[in-house]
């Protein structure tokens, strides 16, 4: 499952597959909340969709876009709470959380870092087989979140435990 976190806008994406096999789009939903609504309320509804999503899908890994700096704080500060909320409700859920960089997610889905949201979005529908383009781009995000961890994800892992059992074994 991949979370694209925003404050007014999150993305929700569950894909199925594995490398080198076809992939396949579960669901797609994106979280609104009013810019009037209490921050408290925003971040409760974000809360409760991504947990919905999780009890209905039971994804085996959370994956989240990883907060990067811009210049607008209040912007980076509502994606922060909103990638909190998402990563709290995957570790309630005990499932490994794991977050990726805007440019990791691009590079993994479109070959580049620096491709644009039309050139992401372009490239979910096609490897998602989808009859149209995903709407709005939170939507191609989050899917394109969750293409990324099955792509790159389980190979970061593998090598994250062979250099802790490397680590492991030296200090023996």
């Known amino acids: 499952m991949g979370i694209d976190p925003g404050l007014t806008r999150s993305g929700i994406g569950v894909v199925e597959g594995s490398v080198g ?5 579960i669901d797609v939903q994106v ?21 919905e ?3 209905i899908h039971r994804p085996e890994i959370l994956a989240v876009e990883r907060v990067f700096s811009q210049h607008n ?4 500060m509502g994606t922060a709470q909103a990638s909190g909320v998402a990563m709290l409700v995957g570790a309630r ?20 870092g620096r491709a644009d949201k039309g050139q992401v979005t372009l490239m979910v529908t096609r ?4 009859g149209q383009a995903p709407k709005p781009a939170d939507a191609a995000d989050a899917l394109a979140l969750a293409i ?8 970061q892992d593998r090598l994250a435990a062979a250099v802790a059992a490397q680590a492991t074994r030296s200090a023996r």
Do not use: F, Y
Not at 73 to 76: A, L, N
Not at 127 to 130: A, E, I, P, Q, T
């Open 21 to 25: 096999r076809p992939l396949t789009m």
């Open 31 to 51: 979280v609104r909340t009013p810019a009037d609504l209490d921050l408290s309320r925003r971040l409760l509804r974000i809360e409760n969709a991504v947990d």
């Open 53 to 55: 999503a999780v009890r």
């Open 73 to 76: 704080v209040s912007t980076v």
């Open 93 to 112: 859920h005990g499932l490994a959380v794991r977050s990726h960089t805007p440019s990791e997610v691009k590079a993994a889905v479109t070959g580049s």
């Open 127 to 130: 490897l998602l087989r989808l």
């Open 148 to 155: 990324c961890q099955i792509w790159r994800g389980a190979a």
